[in-house]
């Protein structure tokens, strides 16, 4: 078994900031990309295991993903944001883990539940 834990939305006001975190629980045995996605599988930000990162290009600089590849953990820093950014933001990831089923490796490629973020005044 594979789970998603996110944490980090909420409410902000424009101009302020959120982070948001994913951790991947589970046997694990290797990750491929961790990203985030919003609204209708927009990308937002991805992550390769080699640490090369891919913005969405409405995120012009605002944002910054990382990743503790120890902890299986990914974050989205993100700044300066705007009501446009409101939305229902979702964590991806793909990989390999152990299926006690099948007693050996297999592919997996997961969604979190999703963590609003809302920005208003």
């Known amino acids: 078994q594979v789970h998603f834990e996110e944490t980090g939305g909420g409410s902000v006001q424009p101009g302020g900031s959120l982070t948001l975190s994913c951790v991947l629980s589970?046997?694990?045995?290797?990750?491929?990309?961790m990203a985030w996605y919003r609204r209708q599988r927009e990308l937002v930000a991805s992550i390769t295991a080699a640490g090369h990162a891919n913005y969405g290009d409405f995120v012009k600089g605002r944002f910054t993903i990382s990743a503790d590849v120890a902890k299986n953990t990914v974050y989205l820093q993100m700044d300066r944001l705007a009501p446009d950014d409101t939305a229902v933001y979702y964590c991806?990831?793909?990989?390999?883990?152990?299926?006690?089923?099948?007693?050996?490796?297999?592919?997996?490629?997961?969604w979190g539940r999703g963590t609003q973020v809302t920005v208003s005044s």
């Open positions: 991806y990831g793909d990989g390999t883990y152990y299926s006690d089923y099948y007693e050996r490796s297999a592919n997996f490629e997961l």
């Open positions: 589970g046997d694990i045995l290797s990750i491929k990309t």
